[in-house]
């Protein structure tokens, strides 16, 4: 009874770190649901065809053949660097404004109401909507039949997916180093001419500005650059190429099993256990063949064929090349100019010292007076104090030495160059 008294009585025990649960007050379903939860995207295909679909991430990743940390580098949420990277079935882009995915089919666009993004629909469906017209399907079918060139010769559909991704971003860079150039030119030949607080705070601005910027441009020419040396990379971004060879080599490779399965045995036949493991071995042996002849074709036809792939990387290599250059330009002319007011920074300072130097000399030359008003204002009598004309000679030979001693420490500056002569 005692006890339970006491436990009654006393405060109940706070909880320690061992049967304190684990987590407590975090949302860890919301943070779960946020994780896979469900974006727009904008999906147009070969045809130029759009529409808005809902997909989660998990849909996206089925979907494409990607995984996780691709997706994550088109997420708005993070901020990632320019990137572009080729996959088994889809190319994943990430160049300023522009998110997506582009398969051999298809381009999934992640949705955002930014202009750059609608201009990209607009323009990759007016592309694709002018080479249906001028090659309709009649004359392709036609062409192809008879080993004519299709539309599709020039350039695969992901290829021009992504020259409108790097033509957009190139424009957006283009124009940004552009207007920073309009902005920044004015601004420092006013800063050279008048040196100010507010001026020097508007290019502190500018140059941060053009710090960031040039970082982005930098990121997309490496990115290209990087495409450009890696031939395994360049062969992977070959979609089309890479999903009709898997189309023929499946039929092939089902043509072997079933030609093998006819010459071997009849469907109806019982199977003996004697006579299996030689048809099995075949039927290996056959599949083998099938895919080391893929994957030499493969390897034969990748070198031959990512030639139109640098020819593009190439192109857009040298306009980024360009806006690099224009904004290397503009911060050699801003070093340049702060290089410019440091010369006329020192210059004032050195005045200033000048002017110092003299002061002081002018000081010391004017503490003589003191010194000989000292000397004569001591408590002794002589008879210079009797003569009426005295205090004018004593005055005039001090300002004579005084000025005889600041001349002096004059001609010894300007000898030792320590002022302009």
């Not at 949302?27 to 974006?39: A, P």
């Not at 017209?133 to 695969?156: I, K, Y």
């Not at 003996?272 to 056959?286: A, D, G, H, N």
């Not at 360009?322 to 007011?341: A, M, V």
């Given at each position: 009874?005692a006890s339970?008294l006491k436990e009654?009585?006393?405060p109940?025990?706070?909880a320690?770190?061992a049967?304190?649960?684990?987590f407590q007050?975090l949302?860890?379903s ?5 994780g896979?939860g469900v974006r727009s995207w904008?999906?147009?295909d070969?045809s130029g065809?759009?529409q808005?679909?809902e ?7 089925r979907r494409c ?8 580098l088109?997420?708005?949420l ?8 080729g996959r088994e ?8 404004h522009?998110r997506?995915?582009i398969?051999a089919?298809e381009v999934l666009l992640l949705?955002s109401?930014d ?5 990209y629909?607009v ?16 004359a392709n079918?036609f ?5 004519g060139s299709s539309p599709?010769?020039?350039l695969p559909f992901?290829f021009r997916?992504l020259e409108?991704?790097?033509e ?8 940004q180093?552009?207007?920073l150039e ?7 030949d006013?800063?050279?001419s008048?040196l100010?607080?507010l001026?020097?705070?508007r290019?502190?601005?500018?140059k941060?500005?053009?710090?960031a910027?040039?970082r ?7 990115e ?5 040396d890696d ?5 992977e971004?070959y979609?089309?190429?890479k999903?009709?060879r898997?189309d ?10 079933y ?5 071997g045995?009849?469907?109806?036949a019982?199977?003996s256990?004697v006579s299996?493991p030689?048809?099995s ?5 056959s599949?083998?063949i099938?895919?080391?002849?893929h ?6 036809e ?5 030639e139109e792939?640098e020819?593009l990387l190439?192109?857009?290599f040298?306009v980024?090349?360009?806006?690099l250059n224009k904004l290397?330009?503009l ?27 003299l ?12 010194v000989v008003?000292?000397?004569f204002?001591m408590?002794?009598s002589?008879s210079?104090?009797?003569e009426?004309?005295?205090?004018k000679?004593?005055l ?7 000025l ?6 004059v001609w ?9 002569l």
């Amino acid at each position: 009874m005692a006890s339970n008294l006491k436990e009654r009585l006393l405060p109940p025990k706070p909880a320690t770190a061992a049967n304190r649960p684990l987590f407590q007050g975090l949302d860890l379903s919301g943070l779960k649901k946020r994780g896979h939860g469900v974006r727009s995207w904008i999906r147009i295909d070969s045809s130029g065809d759009s529409q808005v679909v809902e997909l989660d991430k998990l849909a996206v990743m089925r979907r494409c053949d990607l995984p996780a940390r691709d997706l994550r580098l088109l997420d708005p949420l993070f901020v990632y660097p320019s990137t572009i990277l080729g996959r088994e079935k889809a190319i994943v882009v990430n160049l300023e404004h522009i998110r997506c995915i582009i398969t051999a089919d298809e381009v999934l666009l992640l949705n955002s109401l930014d202009s750059y993004v609608i201009q990209y629909v607009v323009e990759l469906q007016r592309r694709l909507g002018f080479e249906r017209r001028s090659f309709p399907p009649s004359a392709n079918n036609f062409e192809d039949g008879f080993g004519g060139s299709s539309p599709t010769d020039g350039l695969p559909f992901e290829f021009r997916a992504l020259e409108v991704a790097l033509e957009l971003a190139c424009t957006f860079l283009d124009s940004q180093a552009a207007d920073l150039e309009i902005e920044a030119y004015p601004l420092l030949d006013e800063l050279t001419s008048k040196l100010s607080t507010l001026n020097l705070e508007r290019v502190r601005r500018l140059k941060s500005r053009l710090v960031a910027l040039t970082r982005r441009v930098q990121k997309v020419r490496d990115e290209i650059e990087q495409l450009m040396d890696d031939d395994g990379d360049m062969a992977e971004m070959y979609l089309t190429e890479k999903k009709l060879r898997m189309d023929s080599t499946y039929g092939d490779q089902s043509m072997i099993v079933y030609g093998s399965i006819g010459a071997g045995v009849s469907v109806s036949a019982p199977v003996s256990p004697v006579s299996s493991p030689p048809e099995s071995r075949r039927l290996e042996k056959s599949l083998s063949i099938g895919r080391s002849r893929h994957e030499s074709m493969r390897s034969t036809e990748s070198g031959e064929d990512i030639e139109e792939l640098e020819m593009l990387l190439e192109t857009y290599f040298v306009v980024i090349g360009s806006t690099l250059n224009k904004l290397t330009s503009l911060k050699e002319y801003i070093d340049d100019t702060e290089d410019f007011i440091n010369i006329q920074l020192d210059n004032v300072r050195n005045q200033l010292i000048q002017f110092e130097l003299l002061l002081t000399t002018a000081t010391f030359v004017v503490a003589i007076f003191g010194v000989v008003a000292g000397i004569f204002g001591m408590n002794f009598s002589i008879s210079l104090f009797d003569e009426p004309g005295a205090f004018k000679w004593v005055l005039l030979i001090t300002g004579a030495c005084g000025l005889l001693i600041f001349c002096g420490f004059v001609w010894f500056f300007r000898h030792r160059r320590l002022m302009p002569l």
